[in-house]
């Protein structure tokens, strides 16, 4: 029976989830159990291409990617994939009518991370980040509105900054791996030999516009997904804070992270504030 190999598939996405990111695998847990299977199949997707051309260093990253696309593509067309993280994803996709074009500009940003490794303008920055997070927020956005094309419109751009927010608290909290292991800069205007609290300040600040207009979006959320989403913007910004309070130097040199101890109160703290209908 199909079922079967399509119940494979959608463990086979919970398991990339649980192992690649505990901090969004918890929140996805605060999901409605109705929409957190489809966030595991995003996130499966997503996870697969980013570590093509992240890590597989050892083998023809080019060809790989290019075989994915073109798994990508027959997926959503025949609607199946032997591929299951691929065929997790073409269901979500094909239920809720993620717009193709959200996938081709997620695929087009990961692309860029086969052979460019600088971003020189701000126009470049921001096309970029559109592509490898805030369609993101969007193909996550469409689950949780439940394919509501006006709840969808009224919350997009705020579900763009809180995915801008995330992908630039990873890029300052990565800086280390990027510009030594992959000789990659994401932040245009800004020599990371010599980075300085002003130059760490000034990205900080933008982050934390971003995260103020991403939280006016999740208050507006279907209750559904309200307080998983709220959990992923709590976590991340109290990574934020442990950035913002680390010298610039240090940042260069270490990960920075939020030990386990402390995102457990977060959700305990996030939990009582969902239920006293504070968010």
Do not use: W
């Amino acid at each position: 029976m199909k079922q079967i190999f399509d119940n494979v598939s959608l463990s086979c996405s919970e398991t990339v989830t649980r192992s690649y990111s505990t901090s969004f695998s918890t929140a996805t847990r605060m999901l409605s159990p109705g929409i957190r299977q489809d966030i595991h199949n995003i996130y499966g997707f997503v996870r697969f291409a980013d570590e093509i051309v992240d890590t597989f260093h050892d083998y023809d990253k080019e060809t790989l990617f290019k075989r994915f696309e073109i798994d990508l593509e027959n997926a959503l067309t025949d609607r199946i994939s032997l591929n299951p993280i691929l065929n997790s994803f073409q269901n979500t996709y094909h239920k809720y009518g993620i717009e193709k074009h959200l996938v081709d500009a997620f695929m087009n940003s990961m692309r860029l991370d086969l052979s460019k490794n600088k971003y020189l303008t701000e126009e470049e920055y921001k096309n970029y980040i559109y592509g490898s997070a805030d369609v993101v927020g969007l193909m996550c956005l469409t689950v949780f509105v439940k394919g509501d094309r006006q709840k969808y419109e009224e919350l997009k751009d705020c579900a763009m900054s809180l995915g801008s927010a995330f992908q630039k608290v990873n890029f300052l909290r990565d800086l280390k791996a990027d510009h030594e292991e992959l000789s990659r800069t994401y932040f245009p205007n800004t020599n990371l030999n010599e980075l300085d609290e002003a130059s760490k300040q000034r990205i900080i600040t933008e982050i934390e516009a971003d995260f103020a207009k991403g939280l006016a979006g999740i208050c507006k959320l279907p209750v559904e997904a309200k307080f998983g989403v709220y959990t992923a913007y709590r976590y991340y910004k109290k990574l934020l804070s442990k950035l913002k309070n680390t010298p610039s130097l240090e940042i260069k040199n270490a990960r920075i992270r939020v030990p386990n101890y402390v995102k457990a109160s977060l959700l305990a703290r996030s939990y009582v504030k969902y239920r006293l209908n504070l968010i």
